[in-house]
């Protein structure tokens, strides 16, 4: 139990004893538990260390000069058995309520921005109504009592206005304090219970001229010093005391209670002595307590005066306040729009933007079952002009492009740019002529040559259309018109193409080719078949062209359906890299035997990997072949563009060719097909395009092939025609001294284990299938 409680418990047991005690044991008691309360205060400013301690200091001198006191009046009462008056102890009992009341100013510190006048009505009020009280019981009979003499009758009046005093001190102290912990409240009660020990103790002498109360007012004493003492032994007495007053404007419920019976006192006194029927001793007995009645009454005017201000006040910043919050609101508003506005459109050409089309989309789908056109459309050629030219001229072009846009739509259909170069036009409640006839009107209109920047620049657009109605769900119908979109760029750009079912199939058949594709990655499903190249001269194979195939559950996919479809993914690179240590496996034995080579064809996504030349020759390494038994295979546009890269593929092509890695290209003839290409370019075989195998003798043919020829032989290049068939066209490519061709005319695709065969039946010759009919 801590020593706070202990005080409170033996404090209280004196209080019940000092009640009943003689008087010289009473004093005793009363001197020893008022020294008790000096050790407390003492022990509770060291243990605790109050932040601001002269409070404390003035409450423990109040209290030795009270203790003093009454050790002294001990002394004079147990040597004569009587009081004498005036005397020391009468010194310093009057002494200890300067202390005691400069603690109680002091636990407050004052807030100099408030005046003066108005931390004192409230302790006024509280004053003015205990001073009707005093002046009826204590004082009016002490002036007119017989049984007093002058210094008596003025010792008695001095305590009476000093408890006064006090009441105001004590009452500013329980109002304004802005801590108001347990500390506080003890020290309050003990200085209220002190003020009532003088009260009583005066009362009784006044009436009957002899303490008989002097029992009640020493328990109350008694009390005040046990809870005085309590409070300084108390942990929160540390930050109790010199806190900044608090200004409570408006008054508590409770407060308002106490107000309103201290304004009766002195009217009910007053009406009280007026009414008695014997004589009053005087006029001033009735005159006082209405005169207190008018000072409490004019206080509380003050305080309403006060509160009225203060309300007047707070009127006049809640009117602020609503002004500012009036147009804080404006203002919010101003900016959930502009916050809307920006979330709902672009910010680069001011359309609307995904989010917005989605709302339309919801809203249209949902209001009605009408039909409603729905167009997505791309910029044909804009990452051309961002590369070419820049991003700033692009932004300057799809700003054309929107301002073009606005006036192939009305104000009732919803245009948004959905990002990048793509955008999209709702156009609501519409027959599908119309819907037709905005995508083609699109088309036209951003087919025309652009001025941006003093350059004319020239894109064109593909559009995808889709009539949509409910149920369907805007993500269904955003996801139709882009099938639609991509069918529109497929079948050549720059033109529109409707939404039809099937796009849809053949969508979902790409999805799962693509992920068929990733599982054969993983699991090794793929073959390879070789075709042979043949000496058209000797019949001799000098090469096979290594031939790719799947055939997931025993159904072969034709290359051409599923190789697209593992360049968009990315699945390309561990293909090429398995199909290129594959072929130099499988070409060994071959090589060994007949010196053939094996023809690996290579994509442009594999020559931009940082390590490809790595892998091809850790491929020969792994399969003991040197280099010229490898052949490249790369298309003409890989090796002709005009970007950075294709130097980088030329630089990596030509670091091949020094290990003997030979370089072909393949479909020659149906691309850039220069001179000026061909003769910087690390090539060393033209593989003809099967368009210029000469099909009948026809002298425009065969003077396209002869020219690709005479082209390859004046650069030291041998050619090879792809796609021979009959004896017919070997026989035409002799004549043009075509050196080598493959074609099902010698051999289909096999696969490694039967060409092996077809090889040895023939030593490495193959002439041919002799007629047509058998191929």
């Known amino acids: ?79 004569t058995g009587d009081v004498g008056f005036p005397s020391v102890k009468d010194a310093l009992f009057l002494a200890a309520y300067p202390f005691f009341g400069g603690g109680l100013v002091s636990w407050v510190r004052r807030d100099p921005g408030r005046p003066r006048w108005e931390r004192l009505i409230d302790s006024g009020i509280v004053a003015s109504g205990v001073a009707a009280l005093s002046w009826t019981f204590i004082v009016h009979p002490v002036l007119f009592s017989a049984r007093f003499d002058g210094p008596h009758r003025a010792s008695h009046l001095t305590y009476a206005v000093i408890d006064l005093l006090l009441v105001v001190v004590t009452t500013r102290m329980a109002f304004t304090s802005s801590v108001r912990n347990t500390a506080h409240r003890l ?140 147009a804080s609101l404006r203002e919010q508003e101003a900016l959930r729009q502009q916050l809307t506005h920006r979330a709902l459109h672009d910010a680069l050409t001011g359309l609307g933007n995904r989010a917005l089309l989605q709302e339309r989309l919801e809203h249209a789908l949902t209001r009605t079952n009408a039909a409603h056109g729905l167009l997505l459309l791309d910029l044909d050629g ?15 072009l799809l700003m054309e492009v929107a301002a073009r846009l606005l006036g192939e739509v009305d104000t009732a259909d919803t245009l948004v740019r959905l990002g990048g170069d793509e955008f999209a036009i709702l156009l609501e409640d519409v027959p599908v002529l119309r819907v037709n006839a905005v995508g083609q009107a699109v088309v036209d209109a951003l087919a025309q040559p652009y001025e941006i920047g003093g350059r004319e620049l020239s894109v064109t657009t593909s559009v995808g259309t889709l009539v949509v109605h409910a149920p369907d769900t805007p993500a269904e119908a955003l996801r139709n018109a882009d099938l639609a979109l991509y069918a529109a760029k497929a079948a050549g750009k720059n033109r529109l193409a409707a939404y039809e079912p099937r796009l849809a199939s053949e969508r979902h058949e790409h999805m799962r080719l693509a992920s068929d594709l990733r599982r054969a990655v993983a699991n090794n499903e793929f073959t390879v078949n070789y075709q042979p190249v043949v000496d058209l001269t000797s019949g001799r194979v000098t090469a096979v062209e290594a031939l790719l195939r799947w055939s997931p559950d025993g159904r072969p996919v034709p290359p051409l359906d599923f190789i697209p479809i593992a360049e968009q993914y990315g699945l390309i690179v561990p293909i090429g890299a398995w199909v290129l240590r594959q072929a130099c496996r499988d070409v060994r034995p071959w090589h060994d035997r007949f010196g053939i080579s094996v023809t690996v064809n290579v994509s442009g996504r594999q020559l931009r990997e940082p390590d490809f030349a790595q892998t091809v020759l850790s491929a020969l390494r792994d399969a003991d072949l040197p280099g010229s038994a490898l052949i490249l295979e790369i298309t003409e546009t890989v090796l002709v563009s005009s970007s950075t890269e294709s130097d980088d593929v030329t630089v990596l092509l030509s670091a091949l060719r020094e290990e003997g890695v030979r370089v072909a290209v393949d479909d020659f003839g149906t691309g850039y097909s220069s001179l000026a290409y061909l003769r910087h370019l690390p090539v060393d075989i033209l593989k003809i ?87």
């Not at 990452?383 to 932004?395: C, E, I, T, W």
């Not at 493959?742 to 284990?753: N, V």
Request: proline fraction near 5%; charged fraction near 15%; aromatic fraction near 8%.
């Open 1 to 79: 139990m801590t020593a706070w409680r202990w005080y409170a418990g033996l404090g209280l047991g004196a209080v019940i004893l000092g009640a009943f005690l003689p008087v010289i044991p009473r004093q005793l008691l009363y001197t020893l538990v008022g020294a008790s309360t000096v050790v407390a205060v003492a022990v509770g400013m060291r243990r605790h260390r109050p932040a601001h301690r002269r409070t404390w200091w003035l409450f423990g001198a109040g209290l030795a000069c009270s203790v003093l006191g009454a050790g002294a009046w001990a002394v004079d009462y147990a040597l």
């Open 187 to 326: 020290v309050c009660v003990a200085a209220a219970t002190l003020i009532a020990g003088d009260i009583v103790y005066y009362v009784a002498l006044a009436w009957t001229g002899d303490a008989k109360g002097d029992r009640v007012s020493a328990a109350l004493y008694l009390c005040a010093y046990a809870l005085l003492g309590t409070g300084a032994l108390h942990p929160s007495m540390g930050e109790a005391a010199g806190r900044l007053e608090r200004a409570q404007q408006v008054i508590p419920r409770h407060r308002i209670y106490l107000y309103s019976v201290l304004s009766l006192i002195g009217p009910v006194i007053a009406i009280t002595m007026l009414l008695a029927a014997a004589p009053l001793p005087s006029r001033s007995w009735a005159v006082v307590p209405l005169a207190t009645s008018i000072v409490t009454s004019v206080l509380l005017i003050a305080r309403l005066s006060q509160l009225v201000q203060f309300a007047n006040r707070r009127v006049e910043e809640l009117d602020a306040h609503a002004l500012a919050l009036g």
């Open 382 to 396: 804009f990452k051309d002009v961002n590369d070419s030219f820049g991003h700033p001229v692009g932004d300057a």
């Open 689 to 775: 395009d099967r368009a210029f195998t000469p099909e009948g003798g026809m002298a425009e043919e065969m003077a396209f092939t002869r020219a690709i020829v005479e082209l390859g032989n004046s650069l030291r290049l041998s050619s090879i025609a792809e796609a021979v068939e009959t004896p017919e066209q070997a026989e035409r490519l002799r004549e043009l001294d075509c050196p080598q061709a493959q074609g099902y005319h010698f051999s289909r695709p096999l696969p490694a284990e039967d060409l092996t065969a077809v090889l040895n039946a023939g030593n490495g010759i193959l002439h041919g299938i002799p007629t047509p009919a058998n191929t």
